[in-house]
């Protein structure tokens, strides 16, 4: 069986509308890993990594910062990525937000509580700089992008069009709806499977 490991936002957990929607859409055709994932970076990071390694997911699949995630590491772990709505510069992102604040589906730590202060803002920044360091000509066509037409957050097409080929957009905001991961997130991910059903690490 296929598996698809799904990369949560930053506000957002394993829980989740896109994640339960991507669970609920392939019905146990497609074995659906939604974990919750830590909020410094560097800690997703390692966490994500070491995920892949225990799981071996054959798709990559974001949504916002979990698509920030899912560019970097895609090319260094050999995975396809399709990336909804990435967000590329969580630092502008998170100056505006400094303090205290919830996330907006439950966690299975039952942490509901965090703070974005300069420290992690710092550690985004830092990350950013490298983001695209391991994209190739070879990762040019296997990590797409889907863009909602609605999204007020993130404007990264034309970033996202400077190292990748494959664009997408669907009618819906920065967050998509149930319906709107079974119409349009599910057949990308769907067509990204069979078309890279074999590793694609570049040799």
Same mark, same amino acid.
């Given at each position: ?40 970076? =560097?800690?997703?990071?390692? +966490?994500?990594? $070491? ?7 054959? @798709?990559? #699949? ?26 590329f510069q ?51 066509? =296997?990590?797409?992008?889907? +863009?909602g037409d $609605? ?7 034309? @970033?996202? #069009? ?42």
């Amino acid at each position: 069986m296929k598996k698809i490991l799904f990369l949560h936002g930053f506000y957002a957990s394993g829980q989740c509308i896109p994640a339960l929607a991507l669970h609920a859409s392939f019905d146990g055709r497609v074995e659906v890993i939604t974990p919750d994932l830590p909020m410094h970076p =560097k800690e997703a990071i390692r +966490f994500i990594r $070491q995920l892949i390694e225990q799981e071996k997911p054959d @798709l990559l #699949l974001g949504n916002s910062c979990g698509s920030f995630y899912a560019q970097m590491l895609a090319p260094i772990e050999g995975i396809p990525a399709l990336l909804g709505n990435p967000h590329f510069q969580m630092t502008a992102f998170l100056k505006q937000r400094i303090g205290e604040h919830q996330y907006k589906s439950p966690r299975k730590d039952g942490q509901q509580n965090f703070t974005i202060d300069e420290a992690l803002i710092e550690e985004f920044a830092e990350i950013e700089q490298i983001q695209f360091n391991n994209c190739t000509s070879y990762y040019k066509d =296997k990590v797409w992008g889907l +863009f909602g037409d $609605q999204d007020t957050l993130a404007h990264f097409e034309p @970033l996202f #069009l400077e190292h990748y080929t494959q664009s997408y957009h669907f009618p819906g905001g920065h967050t998509p709806t149930a319906e709107e991961v079974h119409t349009w997130y599910v057949p990308l991910a769907e067509k990204m499977l069979r078309e890279y059903s074999q590793p694609v690490k570049d040799h």
